[in-house]
Structure formats: structure tokens, C-alpha cells
């Protein structure tokens, strides 16, 4: 990443912590990834949720550890969203964008995680950290001496080469390294009382905060920060927002800029996607004395990815594919950290030429949706949770496939030069639709020959999970008959036991047969796990899903014994097995209350993803695309009724066609199964669990078995509007469910320290 950079990436953040508390030690691994400006979002995650708390519980104990993983992690959301991703700070240096930090969001984490320390810990006053000059470790020595007594006596214990030590340290002379203070600290003596091993941990804790503070004070721009935190306590900061600020300065810089800006200006205008062009040459000239200009001026080289940008816009209108996606590549890796939200038009650009390459530029691609999710724009669609440099475990093929069928809708045809054509099909955008099922033949003497169907698209899958959608039993039966690979599946994961359970998904609008004929033909094949497990790409089918939603306990208990997992994931926001059964176990009992709240869902961006998923591209890609949408089709009166019908229809199937006994017996065979009664969903509240869910329903008997099988009733879920933590106990309090709330009382005694019988 270029130095001159005016935003750091979060690896930098995350160093300059970890040098703070002299934690950073010898980790090359960080270095690299502190280097770039594109990088996997994986990375990222494994950092802020595994190394930094690994290492700073090691050190610092788990209160404190937690304390400053959770407010870093915040703090690198809010950054990376909120401002970098927003606001462009081409021109603006890295100092002042830094000031400008410090003096609104770094200072106010920094005060938040303090003022946090000292309500859990009985530690110094916030204020105590932010004293102007002097020696923060030496105050801290004295404050612990004042504070715990027989921490002085550990003190006087300790050799005179200790005591030298800690003398140096309290007079400023060096500050303590990590490990030293360690050593000093260590609890590892058995004779200790539980009491004298807490005091050492508390005093380690405030050690490592005051040897952080020290290091900032030694290390411009720390003196500014201390200022800042020290006036935000006591509530006489200016207040600053750090995006108005910058786009200030950046607004600054362009009103006396010279002629490189009205060029620039120029070619934004006239190379804009659906402006209608004619004089290519011109345009082309002008890129080049604007590249010129640029080049020779020190403070606008952050400024050099419009030019490429535009180029590349040019070289798209001219018909030049190859090389606009060369200068894409260039004016993404300038964009990075540097252009706000410019670099979201500049992917969703750069997206529809890499996917329209003669082959698909598939690792541009992939970088550019790690890009998509570092900065908030998207959302994760492989599921990979492993940093991975494999394409396929960043992106999914429908993605590619949306991208390359997506070029018309942000290059309209009539924004290209007089004389440029491409030739591209994109017959892929909308459903897939096959007017004459009847005339596909099956192949009795290659069984598992690879077909294509689809008039609209072609979409390629094995001959016997055609016929298994459409649901042609004697087919299917013939062809397993002549040898058929039962464990085949189609590009996107459709197998046949998928068919034939979605056949019976009483979920599905319009209705699907109910049929069972298939279902009992196929499921008496020899299954692998691997095929009970797939999973189809786009709509995230899991069979095991698709069995609860068939609303039989004897389908879920039979592919279960198939080697289904219980804990699998599926539908697009993930949901388990055990939660799904558990809404349709909430619809039944209440079926208006149900649709109520279907027809309120937040619009998450999982709804968002979902809308894209089920859409094929007609809505277009992005989520922003997603929202515009509704936008515009919300205050419909149509879509309204028609949203309403389709709940109505689904609803009313469910409830003709299964029970509620049914689907509480479905309810306890997964939870005997395995399935995990504390899983965490993200939608549609995120941390809600099957344990809380089944509190909201007021469901006593599964929740007691819930418990038996590890239920936790002292995992809590943020809620969104309030930012506190809401209990199973306030759950069950608010929905009045008073069963729950009995079998709450009569079983407390049982429940361990830790929610669990």
C-alpha cells in the first residue's frame, strides 16, 4: 500500500495497539497484511477475534482482554464503514486525516473503553490515564501502593534487581516491556492466596494500560490524543465529525487546484456511462494532459485513480475490454483507503469488465468483493470461513454470472462511441423458463449424461435431477434402473433428494405437488453425506431444511439417518434446521402474528441478499441496487397485496397440511439429534438463538429439553435500537410467556453459574 496513503488500513491500527502494550512482538504475518490495501475479510476477522484476544488474554487477563478486543473491533467497524468507506480523502494528508481521527472517534473509544475498565474493575477514574506530562507508570505504582496494601509488601519482596527495575520504570528512565511486567506479576505460585493472585492481576492490568499510555505520550501524534481524551471526560472537546472535516479540507484543495480539476471536471462529465458520446479522440486527448498535469504535482498523486478510472471508462465506450479492465486494476489498488464511497462505483465498473473478459478475470474478481465486505458494501456470499486465496471460496458462480449479464445495465448501449458493439448474451437476467419440459428425452443409454434446459438460459445439470424437478417418477426410476449415480448434482448443487423433498416443501408459493412418490422412489438409494449435505448455491437449499419444511417428522428422522447434519446452514440468512422448525412451529400457533412481523422485517442486509438471490439479476447486483427496489415498490398498493397473498398462501398450506404436535415432535428429534440450541442467527435479530426463540413461543416442553441438551439461559442478544443486552428471562417476560417463565422459577435452583443444568 503506497505510504502516502491518507487513511491507514485496520492491520496498521491494529499494530500501533499492539506496540502500545509492547505486544506486538515479532509477527511478520501482521507486517504484510499492514502493507495492503486489498486484502481478504477473512484476515481481518481472524485477527480482531482470534490473535489479538489470544494474545492479550495471555498477558492481560480476560476482562481486560475483552474489554479492548471488543472496543478495537467497534472502533475498525465504524472506521472502515462509517468514514473510510464514505468519504473520498484524495489530496488530504495522512496527518491531518489522523488529527482528525484522534479528535473525534479514536479519542471517544479510547474514553469509552477506560470508563468501561473502571466500572468493571474498580479501576483509577478515567481521568487518572489522561493527566497532561508527567509519568503515568510511577502514578500508577503509587495509586496500586494507596490502594492495595499488601501489594507494597509483594513489592519489598521481590529482589533488589526487581526493585531497580520497577525504580527505572516509576521514574520515567524506561518503560517496562510486556514480559517483564509478566515475570513481576506472575500468579503461578500455589501458596498464594485467591485474593493475592487477583490483586496481581488487577495490577498487571493497570500496568499494561499505563505503559500504553506513556508509549503514546513518547510517540507523535499521542500528545493530541491524550489533550483530546482528557477534554472529552470532562465534556469540553469540540465536537467533530471526521467525515465533514475531511471532505472540508479535500473541498479546500479543489477550489485552488488548478487546470488539472476543470479537466478532470471535463472528462466527468462527458464520460459518464449513459451520456450519449461522439468524439472519442478529444476525450482521449484530454486523459492525457490531465495524466500530465498530475503527474507533475506532488500533492494530487492520491488523486491519480480518477484518471485511470476515466481512461478506463473510455477504453469500455471504445469497445477495448481488455485493457479498460487493466486500468480498472490500477485505479482500484490507487482507490483503496483513498477514494470513499468512489470506490464503490469504481467496483461495481470494474465487477461487469472482469466478468466479460474472454475468460473472466476470476482473481480480480475476488479481490474486488473482498474489497465489496471490507468497506461494508456487501455482504460474504461463499461461506468459507477461512482466509482462502481460491477463488470459488470468495465468490459463487451465480456472482460471476450476474456481474457478466449485468455490463448493459451499467454501460447502457447508448452511452458507448458511434461504431462500438458488443456482442454479449444476456438472456441469464430473470428466471429460468422452459416452455416444452415434455421434449427432453432421457438418455437410457448414458444414465448420467449432463443435459442443458432452459429457454431463456441454459442451465446444465445431470439428466436425473431434471426429472426429479419435474417430478417424472417413472423417469427417474428407469433411470436408476439403468445404472444412475443416485449422488450426482447440477452445477449450482441441486441433487436429486433435493427435488424430490422441495416437491413436498409446504413453504413454496406457488404450490409444489405434495407428491410423495419420488421422495419414496429416492430415498431408498444409497445416499453419501456429502450429497444429504450439498447445498445449492444462490437459495441455499439444504435437504435437511427442506425435510423440516415438509412439516413430516418421519422425512426429517429419515434424512437425518442418512448422514444429515443437524447444524448445517441454510437459506440465504442462514438459518439451522432447528430454527426454522421452531417460526414454523410460531406460525402455526399464531399465524397473524407471524405475518405481521414478516410483513415489518427490518430491511437487513440479509433481506437485502435475499432479494438479489431470488431475483436473477432482474433488480440488478448490488444491495444498493436491492434497496432502490423497494424504494420504489414499497408505497405500491399492488406489491403490498400481492406480499400479503403470498404469505396468506404460504401460511394457509402449512397449517392445512401439518400440525402442531408434528412439528414440536420434528423440534425434539433435531435438538436429540445434535442440533445446536445456542446457535447464534443473524437474522432476523442477530445472536438470537432456538433457546430464545423457543422462550418467545412460550414452547415449555421443547425448552426444558432444550436445557437438558445444553441450553444456555444466560446468553443475552444486543437489541439494535437500544444497544443493551436483552436476557432469555426478558424475552420470555415481554412475550408473556408464562410457561417459560414457571419452568424458569422451578428450575433455578439447577442452573449452574453459567445458565446451564
Known amino acids: 500500500m503506497p505510504a502516502e496513503t491518507p487513511y491507514p488500513n485496520p492491520f496498521e491500527i491494529i499494530r500501533y495497539v499492539l506496540r502500545c502494550l509492547d505486544l506486538k512482538q515479532s509477527n511478520k504475518r501482521l507486517d504484510d497484511l499492514a502493507g495492503k490495501s486489498i486484502y481478504d475479510p477473512r484476515e481481518l476477522t481472524r485477527e480482531l477475534e482470534q490473535s489479538v484476544p489470544s494474545t492479550l488474554k495471555k498477558y492481560m487477563g480476560p476482562v481486560a482482554s475483552d474489554k479492548i478486543s471488543t472496543s478495537l473491533s467497534t472502533f475498525i467497524d465504524c472506521y472502515l464503514h462509517d468514514i473510510v468507506g ?161 471532505k472540508r479540507i479535500r473541498d479546500q ?24 458520446k461522439s468524439d472519442s479522440l478529444d476525450h482521449q486527448e484530454t486523459i492525457k494532459q490531465s495524466r500530465e498535469i498530475i503527474k507533475g504535482s506532488s500533492s494530487r498523486q492520491s488523486a491519480g485513480y480518477w484518471i485511470d478510472w476515466l481512461d478506463a471508462r473510455w477504453h469500455v465506450f471504445s469497445g477495448n475490454l481488455a485493457e479498460a479492465n487493466r486500468l480498472y486494476k490500477e485505479t482500484f489498488e490507487k482507490a483503496s483507503f483513498v477514494a470513499g464511497d468512489n470506490l464503490k462505483h469504481i467496483i461495481k465498473e470494474a465487477l461487469v469488465v472482469a466478468a466479460n473478459q474472454s475468460k473472466a478475470d476470476a482473481v480480480f474478481l475476488k479481490q474486488l468483493k473482498w474489497s465489496l465486505i471490507n468497506f461494508g458494501y456487501d455482504i460474504p456470499s461463499a461461506s468459507s470461513p477461512k482466509p482462502s486465496h481460491k477463488v470459488l471460496e470468495t465468490i459463487e458462480g451465480w456472482e460471476i454470472e450476474q456481474w457478466e449479464n449485468a455490463f448493459f445495465q451499467v454501460f447502457p448501449e447508448e452511452g458507448l462511441y458511434p461504431g462500438t458493439e ?77 427435488m424430490a423433498l422441495e416437491a413436498l416443501n409446504l413453504t413454496a408459493v406457488p404450490y409444489r405437488s405434495l407428491n410423495d412418490k419420488l421422495y419414496l422412489l429416492l430415498s431408498k438409494e444409497r445416499h453419501n453425506a456429502e450429497t444429504i449435505n450439498t447445498r445449492t448455491q444462490k437459495k441455499r437449499l439444504l435437504p435437511i431444511i427442506s425435510a423440516v419444511e415438509t412439516g413430516r417428522v418421519e422425512i426429517v428422522d429419515k434424512i437425518l439417518s442418512m448422514g444429515a447434519n443437524p447444524n448445517g446452514r441454510g437459506k440465504t440468512d442462514e438459518q439451522s434446521p432447528l430454527n426454522v ?70 401460511y394457509q398450506r402449512i397449517i392445512e397440511n401439518t400440525s402442531l404436535e408434528e412439528m414440536r415432535r420434528i423440534a425434539s428429534l433435531l435438538i436429540k439429534a445434535g442440533a445446536d440450541v445456542n446457535a447464534e442467527h443473524r437474522s432476523p435479530i442477530n445472536g438470537y438463538t432456538p433457546l430464545m426463540l423457543a422462550a418467545e413461543l412460550d414452547e415449555a416442553d421443547l425448552f426444558e429439553i432444550m436445557l437438558v441438551h445444553g441450553g444456555d439461559t444466560a446468553k443475552t442478544y444486543i437489541d439494535p435500537k437500544s444497544g443493551r443486552e436483552i436476557s432469555i428471562k426478558e424475552i420470555a417476560s415481554y412475550f408473556d410467556s408464562r410457561g417459560i417463565l414457571l419452568l424458569m422459577s422451578r428450575i433455578a435452583p439447577t442452573i449452574n453459574g453459567k445458565g446451564k443444568m
Not at 500468579?187 to 498464594?192: C, F, G, I, L, Q
Not at 438479489?612 to 434497496?627: C, P
Open 253 to 276: 484543495l479543489l477550489l485552488s487546484s488548478g487546470n488539472e480539476n476543470q479537466l478532470i471536471g471535463k472528462l466527468r462529465r462527458v464520460l459518464k456511462p449513459n451520456v450519449k
Open 581 to 650: 422448525c421452531l417460526k414454523l412451529i410460531g406460525i402455526i400457533k399464531n399465524p397473524g402474528l407471524s405475518k405481521n412481523e414478516q410483513l415489518n422485517i427490518p430491511i437487513t442486509t440479509e433481506v437485502l441478499d435475499s432479494i438479489r438471490r431470488y431475483s436473477q439479476g432482474s433488480f440488478g447486483f448490488t444491495l444498493e441496487d436491492q434497496i432502490k427496489v423497494l424504494e420504489r415498490m414499497g408505497p405500491s398498493v399492488l406489491f403490498q397485496q400481492t406480499r400479503e397473498s403470498h404469505i396468506d398462501l404460504m
Open 86 to 246: 464514505k468519504t473520498a480523502a484524495d489530496g488530504v494528508s495522512r496527518a491531518d486525516v489522523l488529527g482528525l481521527l484522534i479528535r473525534s472517534c479514536i479519542k471517544e473509544h479510547l474514553v469509552g473503553f477506560v470508563t468501561e475498565l473502571n466500572q468493571e474493575l474498580k479501576a483509577p477514574h478515567p481521568s487518572f490515564w489522561f493527566s497532561p506530562g508527567g509519568n503515568t507508570v510511577g502514578a500508577t505504582f503509587a495509586w496500586l501502593e494507596e490502594h492495595q496494601p499488601d501489594l507494597t509488601a509483594y513489592l519489598a519482596s521481590l529482589s533488589k534487581e526487581n526493585r531497580d527495575r520497577i525504580s527505572s520504570w516509576r521514574n520515567g528512565n524506561e518503560l517496562p516491556s510486556a514480559q517483564s511486567i509478566q515475570l513481576l506479576f506472575s500468579t503461578n505460585d500455589p501458596s498464594e492466596t485467591c485474593a493475592t493472585s487477583r490483586n496481581k492481576d488487577f495490577a498487571k492490568t493497570l500496568l499494561f494500560m499505563a505503559r500504553a499510555v506513556d508509549f503514546i505520550k513518547r510517540h507523535e501524534p499521542g500528545e493530541m490524543l491524550i489533550d483530546e481524551a482528557r477534554l472529552s471526560i470532562w465534556s469540553a472537546e469540540e465536537d467533530i465529525h471526521p467525515g465533514i472535516e475531511i
Open 422 to 498: 458488443f456482442d454479449f448474451n444476456d438472456d441469464s437476467t430473470g428466471p429460468l423458463i422452459l416452455t416444452n419440459p415434455e421434449k427432453i428425452n432421457p438418455d437410457y443409454r448414458y444414465p448420467d449424461r449432463t443435459i442443458k434446459v432452459g429457454d431463456t438460459w441454459k442451465r446444465s445439470m445431470p439428466q436425473i435431477v431434471w426429472f426429479a424437478l419435474d417430478e417424472n417418477i417413472e423417469v427417474c426410476r428407469k433411470l436408476l434402473e439403468k445404472g444412475a449415480n443416485i449422488n450426482v448434482k447440477s452445477e449450482v448443487g441441486d441433487t436429486p433428494i433435493l
